[in-house]
């Protein structure tokens, strides 16, 4: 499966928007982007995915770039309640998954 | 629709002993995935069940071990449990066997004394 690089932490100012990146230059063609947060002792939850046209829904934006190697998460306009550790993963496409987390990146949102 | 739900939600076990997890997944979810997350490794993967059958296996010992029922529920088992075993342990449950978003449970934090 393809392996994503993150950062390890981010901060970002309540209200601006936060920019989260994503390196998964081995991805191949037919496999997806996911996002996910994990807020502190909960689950995680999912936020978005993407193929290779950008998305966006209620929580965040997904931009991928033309060659798929890297993607970045926006949260347009960040709250204190975005602090989480958000997982960027590339599932293996077809049969059964083997999905890798990691660690993640924790992003704090300063007040 | 309710949610996934995990039983017990805090455990403590000593060495040598073994426990049971269990996870109920999302109605009408046939996928479940089990994770074991600790602050070194992250969300490691334990494992994947569809209709009963193992479908997928990560890199844990033989100790770790799961199954899953018909109506789609699913336990997971450790034995012989070492102090390293302790962390929070997570289900997740999707529609179908291909990746779909999983919607993870509250997670169970098994500690090992």
């Known amino acids: 499966d393809a392996k994503t690089t993150q950062p390890t932490s981010m901060d970002c100012a309540e209200g601006r928007a936060a920019n989260l990146p994503c390196n998964h230059s081995?991805?191949?063609?037919?496999?997806?982007v996911y996002w996910y947060r994990q807020i502190h002792s909960q689950g995680p939850q999912y936020i978005i995915h993407?193929?290779?046209n950008n998305e966006t829904n209620e929580m965040a934006s997904l931009i991928i770039t033309e060659d798929r190697k890297s993607s970045t998460l926006i949260l347009p306009h960040a709250t204190l309640r975005d602090t989480a550790v958000y997982y960027c993963?590339?599932?293996?496409?077809?049969?059964?998954?083997?999905?890798?987390f990691g660690i993640g990146t924790k992003l704090q949102v300063i007040p | 629709k309710a949610g996934v739900t995990q039983t017990p939600r805090y455990l403590i076990k000593t060495r040598g002993q073994q426990v049971t997890l269990s996870c109920s997944p999302i109605?009408?979810?046939?996928?479940v995935s089990w994770y074991q997350q600790t602050p070194g490794q992250g969300l490691q993967f334990l494992f994947e069940?569809?209709?009963?059958?193992?479908?997928n296996k990560g890199n844990f010992p033989g100790r770790f071990s799961g199954r899953q029922f018909s109506n789609s529920r699913s336990e997971m088992n450790v034995s012989t449990l070492e102090l390293g075993d302790s962390a929070l342990y997570l289900c997740?449950?999707?529609?179908?066997?291909?990746?779909?978003?999983?919607?993870f449970g509250p997670g169970t934090r098994l500690t090992v004394l």
């Open positions: 109605s009408g979810h046939r996928s």
């Open positions: 081995t991805i191949s063609g037919n496999e997806y």
């Open positions: 993407g193929l290779k």
């Open positions: 997740a449950s999707s529609l179908s066997q291909s990746y779909n978003e999983q919607f």
């Open positions: 993963i590339v599932p293996p496409s077809g049969g059964y998954q083997k999905v890798t």
């Open positions: 069940y569809f209709s009963e059958t193992q479908r």
